[in-house]
């Protein structure tokens, strides 16, 4: 099959932007080059009003919709983020900033003013990543091995916690083989739909697994993962021999269509200018 003229994380960037909509408001964890971009993409196409913040470790970018330069931040603890922040705030603010219109600090001190408010106050969409996923959309941020043995630590569930009053997190894996996608994770940092509605979350939870070779909604028995889509490029049985759980389609499987030229031109001379996400080897 023929390698598209477009990388996997241009692709996957795409994806996620075309499932922005203008007025949401967006955060992501620290490793944000894929989900940067895709909001910067939507921004300059068709959501000039979101929101997104970025800074894992303490700070908060509201971005606007300059040409962005110097290069996409690998990270949000990366500290060139402040040229392109309309707001930059202490982590705690944060809160404050995402709380209803109006509300601020008194959104703390009073919920009952706020009790028929939007409680998904924190974000609209997250973008979270992970060591593992498995069937049950469970992600896991903490380690590999059993029994507290890791024979791999990862970074741990970090602020995660903080991000459950999210309307819909979005999956996101940086390679897709059978060590990453499994029946069950070894460790819990982020739980999957079910989860969410067993321990009563606010909001959706995961919505999507979103991986170099496609797409999987969890529209199985009991809010299980479902082959939603494959990405131009990639067959459903190669997707199939790197799951290490069962693949089935969704429902609603159908077509991805690729990026459109206009979309390849945007996101590669207005927001990706120096390549971050470019096919192996350049454009």
């Known amino acids: 099959m023929t ?20 007025g949401d408001t967006l955060c992501s964890g620290a490793h944000t080059e894929i989900s ?67 509300g601020g600090r008194r959104y703390y001190t009073d919920r009952d003013a706020f009790a028929g408010h939007n409680g998904y106050f924190f974000a609209d969409h997250f973008f979270v990543g992970g060591l593992q996923v498995d069937y049950h959309g469970n992600v896991n941020l903490i380690g590999l091995g059993s029994d507290g043995g890791f024979t791999v630590r990862g970074p741990g569930s970090v602020g995660i916690g903080d991000v ?75 997707i199939t021999e790197a799951t290490g759980f069962p693949v089935h389609r969704s429902d609603q499987f159908g077509e991805i269509e690729p990026p459109t030229p206009a979309e390849l031109a945007l996101l590669r001379d207005e927001v990706d200018v120096t390549g971050v996400l470019a096919p192996e080897g350049g454009r």
């Open 3 to 22: 390698q598209p003229p477009w990388s996997w994380k241009e692709m996957m960037a795409v994806f996620f932007a075309r499932q922005i909509r203008d």
């Open 36 to 102: 940067f971009c895709a909001a910067m993409l939507a921004q300059k196409s068709h959501a000039p009003n979101l929101r997104l913040q970025l800074g894992g470790t303490g700070y908060l970018c509201n971005l606007v919709g300059r040409p962005v330069s110097g290069g996409v931040p690998k990270t949000s603890v990366d500290y060139r983020i402040a040229q392109w922040a309309e707001a930059y705030f202490d982590h705690p603010e944060t809160f404050l900033f995402y709380g209803p219109p109006g």
């Open 164 to 238: 459950i009053t999210v309307r819909n997190m979005f999956v996101f894996m940086t390679a897709h083989d059978r060590r990453r996608f499994v029946e069950k994770v070894d460790y819990i940092s982020t739980m999957g739909p079910s989860g969410w509605r067993e321990k009563q979350f606010p909001g959706n939870g995961p919505q999507w697994i979103v991986s170099p070779l496609g797409v999987f909604d969890f529209t199985g028995e009991g809010m299980t993962a479902r082959l939603h889509g494959v990405f131009p490029g990639h067959t459903e049985a190669e």
